[in-house]
């Protein structure tokens, strides 16, 4: 009973709503299109602990696209704090950094999972902040070519592009560590994946050593045959 529930709450996770009324109707016709612009896939908030519990360099977006306060950084501290009911997902983010005053204030971001090739991009857009003096004429989306693409249910933009793996919507759950730890507590309220770069099948995740240095995702380790304790996630 336990699978078929899960199974049920991905699917409504995933799928598009029906057709009963003309409010419907339009809801999923916006989420067509949202998926035909940005080229990504719906994925279940309860499987992005997938996404994050490997440990890859994210990009974070805060602000509102529809205003134009849309900003964009990059992190490397976050982990994966619940599964599901609901998912919660942890990420490190002080006031030393331009996006804290916007998450604080809209209480909502997109993390997105950038793959190998854009490894050199994503450290150069570490090394700046928004309120760089050589950033006054430019924002960081145009001076690094970044796309950005209107999510489904947050003001802060999807991270378009070729190379992007995943897009994880989120709100702020919990601000109980902030003030202490910088910790935010977020709770994903909808993922987009993209088909042509699924981790193993495409995509490559890399993963900052603490030094400057980074490692890529390569050769898979299969063990879920032992891991008897945690098959219901292997589904």
């Keep these: 009973m336990v699978r078929k529930r899960k199974a049920q709450e991905e699917q409504d996770e995933t799928s598009t709503p029906s057709s009963k009324s003309t409010k419907t109707s339009g809801k999923k ?3 067509v299109r949202l998926k035909e612009h940005c080229n990504f896939d719906p994925y279940p908030p309860s499987k992005v602990y997938r996404l994050i519990e490997p440990g890859p360099v994210l990009l974070v977006t805060t602000g509102s696209l529809a205003d134009g306060t ?5 992190i490397g501290f976050h982990m994966v704090i619940q599964h599901e009911s609901p998912p919660l997902i942890g990420i490190s983010l002080g006031p030393w950094d331009a996006s804290f005053a916007a998450l604080k204030k809209q209480r909502e971001c997109v993390l997105a999972v950038p793959s190998v090739e ?11 902040s928004k309120d760089d003096d050589k950033l006054e004429e430019t924002s960081k989306w145009e001076r690094f070519g970044l796309d950005a693409q209107p ?15 995943a897009n994880i919507e989120c709100v702020v759950e919990d601000t109980k560590m902030v003030s202490k730890y910088s910790m935010w507590i977020l709770k994903p309220v909808k993922a987009w994946i993209n088909p042509n ?18 490692v890529v995702d390569g050769e898979v380790l299969d063990l879920k045959d032992r891991m008897v304790k945690w098959q219901e996630f292997q589904e």
């Design 29 to 31: 016709q916006k989420q």
């Design 70 to 74: 849309h900003n964009v950084m990059t």
């Design 118 to 128: 854009m490894a050199k991009v994503v450290v150069d857009l570490g090394n700046c």
């Design 151 to 165: 999510a489904g249910k947050v003001k802060a933009p999807l991270v378009g592009g070729e190379h992007i793996i």
């Design 197 to 214: 770069m699924k981790p193993g099948e495409g995509g490559k995740m890399f993963h900052h050593r603490g030094d400057g240095t980074f």
